[in-house]
């Protein structure tokens, strides 16, 4: 039984050979791979938000928006 996905098997072609080759790629890439539960990545992923949060501009904001037209009103 071959092993390909249904993508790459449902067509025939050149293209079908490029999507079976990004597979083989893949599965000689992946037991290379270190799994990381998804708790523990969570965990990273907050501890740095909290350790960065004092430099992100969407948390604490700016003092002035330099692209903010400037407002000249004269009443004549």
Request: with cysteine.
């Amino acid at each position: 039984m071959p092993i390909c996905p249904a993508v790459a098997c449902a067509t025939s072609g050149p293209s079908s050979v490029v999507a079976v080759k990004k597979v083989v790629q893949q599965a000689r890439v992946e037991p290379g791979l270190n799994p990381v539960k998804v708790s523990q990545a969570a965990a990273d992923l907050k501890q740095f938000c909290l350790q960065n949060a004092q430099h992100d501009p969407l948390l604490t904001g700016v003092s002035s928006n330099p692209f903010r037209p400037q407002k000249v009103c004269s009443f004549l």
